[in-house]
């Protein structure tokens, strides 16, 4: 059964800083996904990793995956206050179900 | 354009009382669809997912039930709520993963 991990649930960082976000899968995959959620809101996609390696960026996001380690990270940098939201990692199943799981969500606060 | 349409966004239910929730999605054939649920500061639950006109896989035993009685169309039904099914719905769909998962905006149930 595919599960993932995320962390942390929760972060907190200052207004200029870098940080990382994990994100674990249990079982193989090549097809992994990161989604941002504003309160209230539905998902927004971010980023589609389709392949061991896989390196996309987007501002001051970047996603990166390794399909051997599996193990997604997504990296911010000098955050501003607009990236307060909570980010999820999904990975989706190798069957024709194609079903996506995520994992549990890191709400992330950037402080002035 | 691909588009996906869920109605109704917010819903408040007395216990007991049936539901019917409906996801209809524009701009492509034969997706996979996807039943999702996010309780309050939660991640996202797999409820129910369709490859197919009348195929219905439920991934959590519950007193939920889904159809599919139309290529692009997928309903969430209940015959009778309990306080535990309030939450955020969003019904998504893909066609392999490939290009990503569409997301709904979501139908916001309270049940009282």
């Known amino acids: 059964e595919l599960k993932v991990e995320q962390n942390p649930l929760f972060l907190s960082m200052q207004e200029g800083k870098n940080y990382t976000i994990y994100c674990n899968y249990s079982t193989t995959s090549d097809r992994l996904y990161w989604y941002r959620q504003d309160p209230g809101k539905s998902l927004e996609s971010l980023f589609v990793?389709?392949?061991?390696?896989a390196v996309k960026q987007e501002g001051r996001l970047m996603a990166s995956l390794d399909t051997k380690a599996r193990l997604s990270t997504l990296h911010i940098t000098a955050a501003v206050h607009d990236l307060s939201a909570t980010y999820f990692c999904?990975?989706?199943?190798?069957?024709?179900?194609?079903?996506?799981?995520f994992g549990s969500g890191t709400r992330l606060l950037v402080r002035p | 354009s691909q588009t996906i349409h869920q109605w109704p966004a917010t819903l408040v239910q007395p216990v007991g009382s049936p539901l019917s929730l409906e996801c209809t999605v524009e701009?492509?054939?034969?997706?996979?669809l996807y039943w999702y649920r996010q309780a309050a500061g939660r991640g996202l639950q797999l409820l129910f997912y369709?490859?197919?006109?009348?195929?219905i896989s439920s991934e959590v035993p519950q007193n939920l039930s889904a159809s599919r009685p139309q290529d692009r169309q997928f309903i969430l039904s209940s015959k009778k709520l309990l306080l535990s099914d309030s939450g955020f719905y969003l019904c998504?769909?893909?066609?392999?993963?490939?290009?990503?998962?569409?997301f709904g905006s979501g139908t916001r149930l309270t049940v009282v």
């Open positions: 369709s490859v197919g006109i009348g195929q």
């Open positions: 998504a769909w893909s066609v392999n993963g490939a290009g990503g998962y569409t």
């Open positions: 999904a990975v989706s199943t190798m069957d024709s179900s194609y079903k996506l799981i």
């Open positions: 990793l389709l392949s061991n390696g």
């Open positions: 701009g492509t054939s034969n997706p996979n």
